[in-house]
């Protein structure tokens, strides 16, 4: 059995300067065996060279002649693949597998051409708009029949779906009935309007929770009742922060529907008419309005092999655009339990899960293993020596960038090392900009090395208003990843976290957590004798302010299970609003949170250790130190057994130190 060393040794290992640590994740590119030209390969529609190209020795038309003439010359030399300004609406993803990338120490590139941008664009422009209802000026245009979409993005920012207010609050529920068939509506109004709505079956239910934001389909109305589709409705009202028991919020909504078209920047798809409706602020006209509704779930796949995986591929200065994501209305729903995460499935429940497991059962953990993550509009499998690199994600209807996520139809899953994101912009998106890693038991104990992500950096982007419809999403999610460096990034308007390491709750770390052993989930998998593949984490100079916009949980840095090697630092926090800097949350351990500055948070580092047995939670030996802050308390519980050490930390009261004030001046992208 592998032991924990003491919380010295770790903290040792953690002193590894930060310079040295992105040193040694940003030397990744191997070298080329012999110098060599570069081909150049110009992409133009047009067929017409820009006069701001660089002489080009092909010029083809799409994007496929353009992959096809990569694959016969790198393995020769370097190619740069230019694409001329402009938007190329996909009518697939582009795929990348082995055959794609450079080859012989050889590097692939796709870029604009400098000086102008190239949109990869999984939508369609929407036009032809007619005034459909003067009175509430709401305008309609076709589309074609069966269209599905989630998002529709109007001059380049997200439309808003229609949406009726059922509850404020959870303590202003008393109108409403919970059952396990459906949601019956005591209150008159309301079952008015509700009865007045056409085409119920694209109404859902969405409740804010304190950490879960929950999306569940509506099957049909019967007088006052939602009936509810299946298994969406009972996944959602079982486990924790449930759609009928939220801890804290629980706003609860009904989404989508025509008649709720009341306010401007609203739209509605009636998909079986091959009609899309939109209110526009009073003088705007569609006549000259850019409208993009979306077709594709991703723009691009990158996958090899574990034995063959794509390397030397490169993207930069390109715009990824206009996706959507689906499934949420589907049968499943959206079944949230944190940061993405979502319940697929049928399962066993107790026959009073609406009373008995409101704050978990032994059936619901059952569910875990299974969780399925958001996927990503451009994702990233079985790959290294990959690069993104000033590029922009916006407009995206899931999450922006996945790196090594859990296997789904995009992808093979794992496998991502010696990976860069630098200096890309992330916003006006439906969920997180950047996720690494996955969240099933190959996540973190891979049953194939290769499938360990590791070496991965991010570092100088900016995250603005990202995870606008699934608002449990943090800007950056990094999960089972080992030397995942995250350094200098700006991240601002969110409704959750900013940046989030860490996944399982110590579930999986030597030895299991002896809160989940009395909830039962052993029952349905091992306790791990052997570490996971969390591990020498660098999370340092990020500027993080605006966050917990939404939700009521969570911390601007929050972490999760043990990760040896691990350092928080210098990093700048402000405006949390009423929750936390940082949360070491359960079975964080091994961590070193040094010289980072919490300005207006309730509590600027909290400490999820349960206060009357230290193995509960199992969150240990970490160290806490060197950090400044102006208001808000420190938890951490104390006494034997815990050795969380919270030493040497400054409150501020008057004037900033020149060495806090260093952190603040340096925290955030550089140019």
Excluded at 142 to 155: A, I
Excluded at 364 to 381: C, D, G, L, M, Y
Excluded at 384 to 409: I, Y
Aim: hydrophobic share 35%.
């Amino acid at each position: 059995m592998t032991r924990p060393r003491p919380l010295r040794v770790w903290a040792a290992t953690a002193a590894l300067s930060s310079l040295a640590l992105a040193a040694l994740a940003l030397s990744t590119a191997p070298s080329s065996a012999v110098p060599s030209r570069t081909e150049v390969i110009l992409v133009a529609p047009d067929g017409k060279k820009p006069v701001q190209a660089d002489p080009a020795d092909h010029v083809v038309r799409s994007l496929q002649a353009a992959q096809a003439l990569v694959r016969a010359n790198n393995s020769r030399s370097d190619v740069r693949v230019l694409l001329a300004g402009g938007t190329y609406e996909l009518k697939t993803p582009l795929r990348f597998d082995a055959r794609d990338g450079g080859r012989n120490g050889h590097t692939v590139t796709w870029q604009s051409v400098p000086g102008q941008q190239a949109t990869l664009s999984g939508g369609s422009k929407v036009s032809g708009w007619t005034l459909h209802d003067p009175a509430k000026n709401i305008w309609s245009a076709d589309v074609p029949r069966g269209t599905r979409s989630r998002q529709l993005y109007v001059d380049g920012k997200l439309a808003q779906r229609t949406q009726l207010l059922l509850a404020e609050s959870k303590n202003t529920r008393g109108h409403l009935v919970f059952s396990q068939r459906g949601l019956t509506v005591n209150d008159p109004t309301l079952a008015a309007q509700i009865a007045g709505l056409s085409n119920p079956g694209d109404l859902e239910i969405e409740e804010l929770g304190s950490f879960t934001d929950r999306y569940s389909p509506v099957r049909s109305v019967e007088g006052n009742t939602l009936v509810m589709e299946q298994p969406a409705w009972d996944n959602n009202n079982f486990g924790y922060d449930t759609l009928k028991s939220p801890y804290a919020r629980g706003a609860l909504y009904l989404n989508n529907a025509y008649e709720l078209l009341s306010g401007p920047n609203q739209w509605y798809l009636d998909s079986a008419k091959g009609k899309v409706y939109y209110r526009p602020a009073d003088g705007q006209t569609m006549r000259t309005t850019d409208v993009r509704l979306p077709r594709l779930e991703s723009l691009v796949q990158v996958s090899g092999s574990y034995r063959d995986p794509v390397q030397n591929l490169a993207f930069s200065n390109l715009k990824f655009a206009h996706t959507t994501w689906n499934f949420p209305s589907g049968p499943q729903g959206y079944v949230d339990q944190q940061s993405g995460a979502h319940a697929v499935g049928t399962y066993a429940k107790p026959a009073d899960f609406l009373t008995s497991c409101q704050n978990g059962c032994p059936e619901f953990e059952k569910t875990r293993n299974e969780w399925q993550q958001i996927p990503a509009a451009v994702q990233v499998s079985a790959a290294s020596h990959v690069s993104f690199d000033g590029n922009s994600f916006q407009q995206l209807g899931s999450v922006g960038l996945g790196l090594g996520m859990d296997p789904n139809p995009n992808g093979i899953g794992y496998g991502v090392s010696h990976t860069a994101v630098l200096r890309n912009t992330f916003t006006d998106s439906a969920a997180s900009a950047i996720v690494v890693g996955g969240l099933q038991p190959n996540a973190h104990h891979p049953r194939d090395p290769r499938m360990t992500n590791h070496d991965v950096t991010i570092s100088d982007n900016t995250i603005a208003g990202v995870s606008k419809e699934y608002r449990d999403n943090a800007g950056i999610l990094s999960t089972y990843v080992t030397r995942a460096t995250i350094t200098h990034n700006t991240l601002t308007d969110l409704p959750y976290d900013g940046i989030d390491i860490g996944w399982g709750w110590g579930i999986n770390d030597p030895g299991g957590n002896l809160y989940y052993l009395k909830a039962g989930l052993y029952n349905y998998q091992p306790i791990y004798q052997t570490p996971t593949t969390f591990r020498e984490n660098l999370v340092a100079g990020n500027l993080i302010h605006d966050t917990k916009q939404a939700m009521h949980d969570g911390g601007s840095i929050y972490t999760l299970s043990a990760s040896p090697g691990t350092v928080i630092e210098r990093n700048y926090v402000y405006d949390s609003q009423t929750t936390f800097g940082a949360l070491i949350d359960q079975g964080t351990r091994y961590v070193v949170m040094r010289n980072n500055v919490f300005l207006g948070s309730s509590s600027w580092v909290y400490i999820n250790s349960d206060a009357g047995n230290p193995d509960t939670f199992n969150t240990k030996d970490n160290l806490v130190t060197g950090n400044w802050w102006d208001v808000g308390s420190a938890r951490n519980p104390e006494g034997p057994g815990y050795n969380n050490q919270v030493v040497d930390n400054t409150q501020l009261t008057g004037a900033v130190p020149p060495e806090a004030q260093a952190v603040m001046s340096s925290a955030g992208a550089r140019p």
